[in-house]
């Protein structure tokens, strides 16, 4: 944005911008940057939740190989699987 607001006041100089539009010009780039930053952290709560679901399904799938319920290849198909989500995850993706 700085390219943006270094542009605005370059032509603000010129008295090629009127200062009602460069009053609402550096508002919307500050509401932008606000919900840039807001969007941001919903993305990251989110990504943090879907990691810790990814470790719950490895607590649950350990206590279904412990009771015998999967054998141990299903057990580190499935194991293998989940870690690969989880490090996707923790990855960005």
Known sequence: ????D????ENLEKGEIIQPFLDW???TTDEN???D??????ANKLKEQSVENKEKELR???YIRMKNFIDDVEFVEE??????GVETLKQGG
């Open 1 to 4: 944005m700085a390219g943006l």
């Open 6 to 9: 270094k542009q605005i006041i």
């Open 25 to 27: 010009a550096f508002e």
């Open 33 to 35: 940057a606000t919900q």
């Open 37 to 42: 930053q807001s969007t941001t952290a919903k």
């Open 60 to 62: 649950n799938l350990r």
């Open 79 to 84: 194991c293998d699987r989940i870690e690969r």
